[in-house]
């Protein structure tokens, strides 16, 4: 194997692994401060890119539309998320975390009644928006601009979250809350409106994702279902909760499908899980979570 | 906090006032209502054809395209007087793309609305299923899109015939084509979705080069999983074995979110590709689809515009606002085979239809074909093409198109009994 | 004193009536109602058997296994398998079905039972995946997405009556068992296990062994509700062991209510009902089913029996006067 095609593998794993950390950040994120596991998690990531879809085809705007439609999306998906937790999980936070789970679960099922209703069955693809449309070269290897873009995406999450949870003050409340949110409610913070905020947030990071997915591949019934589980194993193997954990493990599954796949693809889907299990097995909490709970 | 509430507030009223704009706009758009399409004539002996459709994930749009061809086909014969005096009436009945419920909703079409015949469904491991169950209640059904071999030859029952070219058939066809484009290719990849439908075609298409080309290899398959998001590392391992030709039984979703993938990389200049570029995926890629490759399909109204194609297109369009795609054109057949079997046999009990439907021919909207005997495959012409831009429509499409009748790829007669002998069907 | 025991003899009287009167109309309904709602009356008793199994880990030991279709699964391919590839005699493959099922689960078990909450959950689905997986890709072995067709009962079973009282009988049998299970020193140490975790552990009870021995018997049911499945369709495919399955028993528990032991029977028997019924004409079931969990996850909590039992035992403090 020359280096030229493991470093190619590499940087597959590389832009498949920003993909999945964009997504599986609103999950960790909402599991570490409101300890709920959203299941509907990929369903909001569907739903961002058939909006993001019917946004930019009803703006039409050459170039910027992509972009603007993206913004927007996010915005919506924010606000979708906001009526979500409001409505519905924040009447369940006194209840067991079985009832939560599976109002998330019944979420699935509702969300996608809803795009099959209003977008069909059909697939739907929008082009990659200048200038992000052809390929960079890396060592003289074509590399996709657009890939590029995905990376650096995750990037400036990363970087962003990191700011908004370490540097500023609702960063301190977060982090106060998400280890003893009695304790800051006692303190006079308003838990929540904290959580719906959170939530939105959450959803509107599965938006996000879900309208940067949109010109990479396809949009299509089942891509809701086909994230979770993906998501799951990221979020487990990194530490649920955790944000650099869901780094590390978005990175780890990215590395080991892309090389999975050289070497036995029909198995790379089945060593992620074994990865899973294996984790949860020697260590539950994952890489970087805290044993607790 | 204050400050924070009040962008919260503000997001919230722009998400709920752009919401339904978009929404509506998303809804107005054509051939997006649920298929509502059962026909009900309402008369006491109207022949029933149940048609039985997995509304799921990548089928559910292809399902809805194979209704409405059965509902333009229903309807029209009812126009012109129905079936032997009699009208027909359609009911349909979703599989949710599970083996389960399709093999109860089948029962249901069976035993409650008791139908004379099934058509369906897309999914080819709800099909396996499906037919044991109206094999058991001895009710005929056409496949005119779940096209595993396992349906006809594997597990053949006479209660079963095909009028979509099967996955051996259709991997010949293909094979030949981009063998003949590119003679001198010897070492080849594959990628095909992980599943029976990929791994027969791909079976199929290893069988055919080793023959057609001897010293040929294949370097190395790829398998994504159906509904796979990311091709890019399936990609970059096939382009660092440097091949001479790809062969690939992607489609749909999968399809399209591949060529997206690939063109960066140069895929396609680099390297011929043969797939199943068909309708669906030219709307969806729009100017994405790469000039110059090869593809190869069904029956859409560009792989063969006929005009008798040409008619249903202008029918198709008038009703659902949308062209035809292959689904709907196959779907339309199978209710003409169906019609032109009962006239043959004078009578809708089912025995009698099956025999008069073996060696029956038609007249489809894809030329004559005819039902062989033996196995009940339909002689059906498999397509290939080059994709490229046409002026009179919106999506691109196919030029310099091959067709090839279905006799010249099927599997001989010998060929099945050698399966059938490994199988354990006696006939 | 007296008071509650004639309480509870009451009950006892009127649930017997109950259960009578169910069982009866289960011995009559095939010449009652005709052969499809047969079909899925006999559908409604086998996803009320997994159901059933599923609350023993739920309601009983109060943990949430998210990957029993795979159990559902290997009961069926288990039996289905040996009677199709190796010829083995039905009734053989159909109690080795129940083997493979339980025998797995105490493999995987082994390494579940340590873990709690949310983390067993997420590990259940994780090797209900895997599981899947190895089934869907082991093509040569198992038959890949084809599945496996021509699973059929013995010829005096072939025919949908005869094979619906075969449902009948095995399903009463198991309930039965079941129940007898969930009231014996056995289950009110589960139950214990399920209130105070580690009070139980200090009264010296091995919680591990426990938890393994009740995930085995529920995944061993489970394989039986597979086994009981395969012929009834005459086949078997993968799609039966995908975590989406493994939601069904869950929800159909939590509206029937999880606190007693009727509920997942009485949220199985509703939702395949309507469900069957509904798929007649609309296929946007997915929407009614997700917004009558949420329905019920407000307004009944512990579901629709336990809503009545509330009700029912509001009533009665209200009829009695407190006793001094």
């Not at chain 1, 959450?202 to 990479?216: F, Q």
């Not at chain 3, 109060?62 to 290997?74: K, R, T």
Request: with cysteine; charged share 15%.
């Amino acid at each position: 194997m020359s280096f030229d095609v493991l470093f190619n593998q590499f940087l597959s794993g590389i832009a498949r692994g920003a993909l999945l950390f964009l997504v599986a950040s609103g999950l960790s994120l909402t599991f570490g401060v409101l300890r709920v596991l959203n299941f509907a998690h990929g369903s909001l990531y569907m739903l961002g890119a058939f909006l993001s879809y019917s946004i930019w085809k009803w703006l039409l705007i050459p170039v910027v539309g992509f972009y603007v439609a993206t913004l927007l999306t996010a915005f919506i998906m924010a606000g979708i998320g906001l009526l979500i937790e409001y409505f519905i999980l924040r009447r369940l936070y006194a209840r067991g975390w079985p009832e939560q789970l599976l109002a998330t679960y019944a979420l699935i099922l509702i969300i996608t009644d809803i795009v099959k209703w209003f977008w069909g069955g059909e697939f739907l693809s929008i082009p990659r928006p200048k200038p992000f449309t052809g390929a960079v070269f890396l060592f003289g290897f074509p590399f996709p601009s657009y890939n590029f873009f995905i990376i650096l995406l995750g990037l400036a999450l990363v970087v962003f979250l990191w700011w908004l949870v370490y540097k500023t003050r609702l960063g301190d409340i977060i982090r106060a809350a998400a280890h003893d949110r009695d304790m800051v409610s006692a303190l006079g913070i308003p838990i929540p409106w904290l959580f719906t905020w959170i939530f939105a947030l959450g959803a509107m990071i599965a938006g996000l994702s879900g309208a940067v997915t949109a010109p990479y591949g396809a949009i299509a019934l089942g891509m809701d279902i086909e994230i979770i589980i993906e998501c799951f194993a990221v979020v487990v193997i990194g530490g649920m909760g955790s944000l650099p954990g869901t780094l590390l493990g978005a990175l780890i599954v990215g590395q080991v499908y892309s090389f999975g796949i050289m070497y036995k693809p029909e198995l790379a889907l089945a060593f992620i899980f074994m990865v899973m299990a294996i984790v949860l097995i020697i260590r539950p909490w994952g890489i970087f979570g805290r044993p607790e709970r | 906090m204050k400050r924070l509430a009040f962008f919260t507030v503000v997001i919230c009223v722009l998400s709920l006032l752009l919401a339904p704009v978009v929404l509506a706009q998303a809804k107005a758009a054509p051939a997006k209502e649920a298929a509502k399409v059962a026909v009900k004539t309402g008369e006491k002996d109207a022949i029933r054809l149940g048609g039985i459709w997995d509304f799921a994930g990548p089928c559910y749009m292809l399902s809805e395209s194979a209704v409405q061809g059965m509902r333009i086909a229903v309807e029209e014969i009812n126009a012109k007087g129905g079936v032997l005096g009699r009208k027909m009436d359609l009911i349909v009945r979703d599989t949710e793309m599970k083996v389960d419920v399709g093999a109860r909703e089948t029962k249901d079409l069976i035993l409650r609305e008791k139908v004379n015949f099934l058509i369906g469904p897309c999914s080819s491991g709800v099909a396996l299923a499906v037919q044991v169950v109206h094999s058991e209640s001895k009710v005929l059904r056409i496949t005119c899109m779940a096209n595993t071999e396992g349906q006809v030859v594997d597990k053949f029952t006479p209660y079963v015939a095909q009028v979509v070219p099967n996955t051996y058939m259709e991997a010949i066809a293909a094979t030949r084509f981009m063998n003949k484009k590119y003679p001198n290719a010897k070492k080849f990849c594959t990628i095909a979705p992980d599943y029976e439908f990929g791994r027969r075609e791909e079976a199929a298409f290893e069988e055919e080069i080793k023959r057609l080309v001897p010293d040929s290899e294949i370097l190395y398959q790829a398998w994504p999983k159906p509904g796979e998001k990311d091709f890019t590392s399936f990609i970059t391992a096939i382009m660092a074995k440097k091949p001479d030709a790809v062969h690939s039984s992607l489609f749909g979703g999968d399809l399209v979110a591949f060529t997206k993938q690939a063109a960066p990389y140069g895929f396609f200049e680099k390297i011929p590709f043969i797939a199943l570029y068909d309708l669906p995926v030219f709307i969806a890629l729009g100017a994405d689809a790469p000039d110059g490759v090869m593809a190869f399909g069904r029956g859409c109204f560009f792989m063969d515009p006929n005009p008798k194609m040409m008619e249903f297109v202008a029918k198709y369009r008038k009703a659902r606002g949308a062209y035809p795609d292959s689904w709907a054109v196959q779907a339309y057949d199978s209710v003409y085979l169906i019609k032109a079997a009962v006239e043959k046999a004078k009578s809708t009990d089912t025995e009698k239809v099956i025999k008069a439907m073996e060696g029956i021919n038609l007249d489809s909207l894809r030329g004559k074909f005819f039902i062989r005997p033996l196995d009940h495959m339909g002689s059906v012409p498999c397509y290939q093409g080059i994709i490229a831009k046409d002026p009179n429509y919106p999506f691109k499409v196919w030029k310099d198109v091959v067709k090839v009748p279905g006799e010249q790829v099927w599997r001989s007669e010998a060929g099945v009994r050698e399966v059938w002998k490994k199988t354990g069907v006696t006939r | 004193m007296e008071a509650n025991q004639m309480e509870q003899q009451k009950s006892w009287k009127k649930r017997a009536w109950w259960l009578i009167v169910l069982i009866a109309a289960g011995l009559i309904a095939p010449h009652v109602i005709s052969e499809f709602y047969l079909l899925i009356l006999g559908e409604a008793l086998i996803m009320s058997l997994f159901a059933l199994s599923f609350n023993l880990l739920f309601g009983t030991m109060g943990q949430l296994p998210f990957g029993q279709a795979a159990f559902y699964g290997l009961g069926g391919y288990g039996m289905a398998m040996l009677l199709t590839k190796f010829q083995v005699n039905f009734w053989l493959s159909f109690v080795a079905g129940i083997g493979i099922a339980a025998l797995v689960a105490l493999l995987v078990g082994i390494f579940c039972v340590r873990l709690r909450g949310i983390y067993f959950s997420i590990l259940t689905l994780a090797f209900g995946q895997l599981i899947f997986v190895i089934i869907y890709k082991w093509h040569d072995f198992t038959g890949g997405d084809d599945g496996i067709q021509g699973v059929f009962p013995p010829v005096f079973l072939k025919d949908p009556i005869a094979y619906y009282y075969f449902i009948l009988l095995v399903f009463c049998l198991s309930a039965f068992i079941l129940w007898r299970i969930i009231h014996s020193p056995f289950g009110y140490t589960l139950q214990a296990m399920r209130e105070n975790s580690e009070r139980t552990e200090f009264l010296g009870i091995p919680i591990a062994r426990y938890q393994l021995i009740a995930f085995v018997i529920s995944a061993a049911f489970t394989g039986l509700a597979g086994a009981l499945w395969a012929p009834f369709y005459r086949s078997v495919a993968p799609s039966t062991l995908m975590w989406i399955k493994s939601g069904e028993p869950v929800m159909a528990t939590i509206l029937g209510g999880a606190g007693l032991f009727f509920g997942p029977i009485l949220g199985t028997f509703l939702i395949t009902f309507v469900h069957a019924y509904l798929l007649g004409f609309t296929h946007f079931w997915p929407i009614i089913m997700g917004t009558l969990i949420l329905i019920v996850i407000f307004l009944l909590p512990g579901g629709i029996l336990g809503f009545i039992k509330e009700k029912r035992d509001n009533r009665n403090k209200q009829n009695q006067p407190s006793q001094g």
